[in-house]
Each structure stands twice: as C-alpha cells, then as structure tokens.
C-alpha cells in the first residue's frame, strides 16, 4: 500500500513565523502535490513537483515556497505565518504515469 | 461556469439505503475520473477510479460516468453508519504527463443507524 505521511497533525504557530510542513512518500513516486482544504473553497493546489528540484506553481503559490530535494520528501514553507494560513494542508503524491493521487492525513495548522 | 460541480449537501440516509452521489463537469477533455471518501479531520482516501465512460463496481461501490452528459455518479449500496463521510470527485484530462486533479467540493453524507 502507498503510504504518505505528513510530519504533524496539528500545529500551532504565531503571525510572522517561518513554518515547514514536511511529507514523506515511500512508493518511489515521481509527482507530488501541497492542497490547502477549507470550508466551502474545497481543494486548492498550492505547488507540485513532478521530480527533484523541479517545483511549478499551483493555483494558490502566494506566501508559500517548496522544497523537494530528495524523491520522497516535498516541503511546504510559509516564509511568513499569517492568520489567513490557517487551514488543513494534505500532502499527495502519484506515480508519473497515473493521475490518481493519494493523500496524507493532513496538518491542521492554526495561525494565531 | 465552475468546472466541477458537486451538491455540498449535506445527504442523511437510513442504514441500508442505496445512495447517490454526482459531479457534473464543463471540460471535455477529462478523461480520467476518481472518488475519494474523506474522514472528518483526516486525509481523503482514493475509492473508485475510472477511465472514459462506464461503470466500475467494487463491493458495495459502483462509479458510473457519461461522458456525453459530462456527469459522473457513485452510488453505495447498502449504506453503512460507517459511510458517513465526506464524498469528493476528482477528474484530469489525462494521465502521465497531466499532473493536475480538478476536484468537486464534496458532498457530506451521514447514514443514520
């Protein structure tokens, strides 16, 4: 079974922080996906990476930075805690060839 | 128009009705279609996934999609307290290359025992 696992479940961090959000994938994967989720916007994509050092921009990258240096590790940056940040982030990841993601348990981040 | 459109809900059922849950999409080009069940306050699950019409069954689960009608279904049977969850669809216009899912909004069902 492919298995994503996110570094926390719940976080806690003040405005102005730098915050990492790390996932780690064991399946070898070559594309993986950073989503906020919040009530009533769905999934958004915030950056992916489809190989190392390789990142390209979601449909929400403002405020955020990646980092994919190894194959099975993609970390989500907020330079910057802001309120507005709050939110759940889920990590995916899919092989190169297939579309179907699979998801992280996801981190509950909390701004305040 | 959005591209995905799914009723948020929410849908409450009896224990061991057939439920029916739908997505309609705008782009034609997608080809590749996915349900995920999602937990409260956990990540989504992958359920059913199909490529171009038809349907596919799995257990108590059966996904149907009409690409001519740009509508995609999943029905359970024999609904279980244990189905309460949150339903999304997802779809992409193609796999390998094309990274990107479009997903609905999610529909939250709850079976009632």
């Known amino acids: 079974d492919v298995k994503v696992t996110q570094s926390s479940r719940y976080l806690v961090k003040r405005t102005g922080e730098k915050v990492f959000l790390e996932c780690v994938q064991d399946?070898?994967?070559?594309?993986m996906f950073w989503y906020r989720q919040d009530p009533g916007l769905g999934l958004r994509l915030i950056y992916f990476?489809?190989?190392?050092?390789?990142?390209e921009k979601g449909d929400i990258p403002e405020g955020y930075s990646v980092s994919r240096e190894k194959k099975e590790r993609f970390s989500l940056i907020l330079e910057s805690a802001s309120t507005n940040q709050t939110s759940m982030y889920l990590c995916a990841s899919v092989e190169g060839t297939r579309s179907e993601q699979f998801f992280g348990p996801g981190t509950r981040l909390t701004v305040l | 128009q959005k591209e995905v459109e799914q009723d948020p809900g929410p849908l409450s059922v009896p224990e061991g009705a057939i439920v029916s849950l739908n997505c309609t999409y705008s782009n034609s080009a997608f080809q590749y279609f996915m349900w995920y069940r999602q937990y409260s306050r956990k990540g989504p699950e992958l359920l059913m996934y199909t490529y171009s019409s038809g349907n596919k069954e799995d257990g108590r689960f059966t996904a149907q999609v009409d690409k001519s009608s740009k509508y995609i279904s999943l029905f359970i049977r024999d609904s279980q307290p244990s189905d309460s969850a949150t339903y999304l669809c997802a779809m992409s216009a193609s796999g390998g290359s094309n990274y990107k899912l479009t997903f609905g909004k999610g529909t939250l069902l709850t079976v009632n025992p």
């Open positions: 399946m070898d994967h070559e594309n």
């Open positions: 990476s489809y190989d190392v050092k390789m990142k």
